[in-house]
Every structure is written in C-alpha cells, then in structure tokens.
C-alpha cells in the first residue's frame, strides 16, 4: 500500500484522507538541496528510526532501528557521505536526529535520491511527526502521531510515499479517525 500527498497537504492511506504537512518550498519535481521543498514522485519506505527514551517502536513490517543522541543525517553535498546516517559530531554539515521537539521521535527515511545519490540533489527526506499546528517541514512529509502510527501499522517493506505534484487534485476518501472530520470542512 503507498501514502499518496497531494498538495498543499494531503495525504490519503487506505481510502482515508490525512491532513499533512510538507516542505515550505512546495512540491517540486526538480529538488535542490537547502529548497525546502518536498520532491515529487515515489519513494519507498526504507525502515523506521525512532526515539526509545520517549517511545517503543509501533508494529510494524518496516525494520525498525532505535536512535541514538549522536545520530545525524550528512546534508552537505560536497561530503562523501551526502545523503547518508552519520554519527555527530561529524566534520562536514550534518542534521541532528535526536531531536527536542519530538517531530522526529518516529522517522521514516524515504528512497529519495539515494540510489544513487547525486550532490546538490537535496537529502533528509523522512516521513515523520509534524508539529501540532502542521507548520510546513524543510521538505519532509509529516503526519499527526495517530496517523503516522497508523500508517506504520500496515504499511510493507514494499510501500511507498507518493508525492503527487502541486498541479494534481487529491480524491476524495473516507476521513481519519485521528482527525475526525472532513478535509473539506476545515477550509
């Protein structure tokens, strides 16, 4: 099964329609790294990274990894390693997954430019925990906690987030029991 998104932040998973929050940027099909948008297309699911202090790990098919305070992700396109899991301190410019905010206490890094990686093509782009007022991510999709959860629960080794771009309408679905209500009812 794949996460279908849809702009401005959209998101559909077995026929319910999820509230989103995506990248500051847009959706763009010619990413850059540092453009805070969200890359259109289809990325699988590569595994589940989460914070075992603050949780343990939903159910879930995708293989799961605990984080640790000196996880990073290499966001420098010049390093070897762009694009990559680093231990921090790292000498190169790396971002920091043990976060404070908890918007990454559940992260699943998407197949996004990283067979091959290509410099400058943008890296870090996770699924994960978006902020209760689903202020826009650097260019990551973030979902409510029920909901990420939610997907974890059923989401396979084969499933993917499909990022439709900013010219595709979103269909209708049944609505989230974590939201309650309508998408159309919160305009």
């Known amino acids: 099964m794949d996460l279908l998104v849809y ?4 998101a559909l998973w077995d026929g319910e329609r999820l509230r989103c929050a995506l990248g500051r940027g847009g959706i763009r099909a010619d990413k850059r790294e540092g453009d805070s948008a969200t890359p259109a297309g289809s990325w699988p699911m590569r595994r589940l990274l989460y914070r075992p202090d603050r949780l343990a790990a939903p159910a879930t098919r995708l293989a799961a990894n605990p984080l640790a305070p000196q996880d990073g992700w290499c966001d420098d396109p010049a390093d070897p390693v762009y694009n990559r899991p680093v231990r921090l301190p790292y000498a190169a410019s790396a971002e920091r997954l043990w976060r404070e905010d908890g918007i990454y206490d559940l992260i699943v890094p998407l197949g996004y430019n990283d ?9 870090a782009i996770f699924l994960h925990l978006a902020r209760p007022d689903y202020a826009p991510t650097e260019g990551c999709i973030a979902l409510a906690p029920a909901d990420l959860i939610r997907v974890l629960t059923t989401a396979e080794t084969a499933s993917r987030v499909v990022v439709h771009g900013p010219e595709a309408r979103a269909p209708g ?3 989230s029991a974590a939201r309650g209500r309508s998408a159309r009812s919160r305009s």
Do not use: Y
Request: hydrophobic share 40%.
């Open 7 to 10: 702009a401005p932040g959209w």
């Open 115 to 123: 067979n091959p990686v290509l410099p400058g093509a943008g890296s």
């Open 173 to 175: 679905g049944r609505v």
